[in-house]
């Protein structure tokens, strides 16, 4: 792969909240995604995350009332039914190998959603969720401490990247405009870097 492709899919990797339900994700889909996680950098090469497949109906329907879905969408509380992830990828931490996984979460759930792009699937990565009561539903042994969800599916909405002013305060917020499309404002390369020598 060259820059120009990575880059590519850099820019196509964006945070989708509405799919179509009706097309399934295959579990062999869902674990070659947890595969690449296998390959990422690991602090300390602790590797002390592990993952929960959720793709059954009646677990999905347990799941979807525990997420937050769009903090800057006060008055959504998340896709309608038909628009519904397909599954869902739940990080956990193993609080055997420390309570600390460093920078190994973000790391990992950007490989699952580079891999996802290839695939044509999107995802959001959701931190809000009612965490206790999502390991009582999955049966988790307390060891095992859910940081992220990963909601995904095939995208039944357009994501777009809006080009931020110089402006350093100019609003950074994301928006739906009244066709559906999300817009996504992403700051300039030349806010982003303080020096160069």
């Not at 931490?93 to 044509?120: F, H, S, V």
């Not at 909601?151 to 039944?156: K, T």
């Not at 390369?189 to 020598?197: A, F, N």
């Amino acid at each position: 792969m060259d820059f120009d492709s990575l880059r590519q899919l850099m820019i196509s990797d964006r945070t989708v909240r509405r799919f179509e339900e009706g097309r399934n994700v295959s579990v062999e889909t869902l674990e070659k995604l947890v595969e690449l996680t296998r390959y990422c950098p690991s602090g300390r090469n602790a590797q002390p995350l592990r993952y929960v497949i959720v793709s059954s109906s009646e677990e999905k329907e347990k799941v979807f009332p525990l997420l937050k879905w769009a903090g800057y969408f006060q008055d959504w509380d998340g896709p309608e039914k038909g628009e519904r992830p397909a599954a869902y990828i739940i990080q956990c931490l193993d609080t055997k190998y420390g309570k600390d996984c460093l920078c190994d979460d973000g790391l990992q759930l950007e490989a699952i959603t580079l891999g996802m792009r290839t695939l044509g699937l999107g995802g959001c990565i959701i931190k809000a969720f009612n965490a206790p009561k999502l390991a009582e539903i999955l049966a988790l042994d307390e060891r095992y401490v859910p940081r992220y969800v990963l909601a995904l599916g095939y995208p039944a909405e357009e994501v777009k990247i809006e080009e931020m002013s110089m402006d350093e305060d100019a609003d950074f917020k994301y928006f739906r405009t009244p066709d559906g499309v999300h817009h996504v404002p992403k700051r300039p390369l030349e806010q982003l870097i303080l020096m160069k020598s």
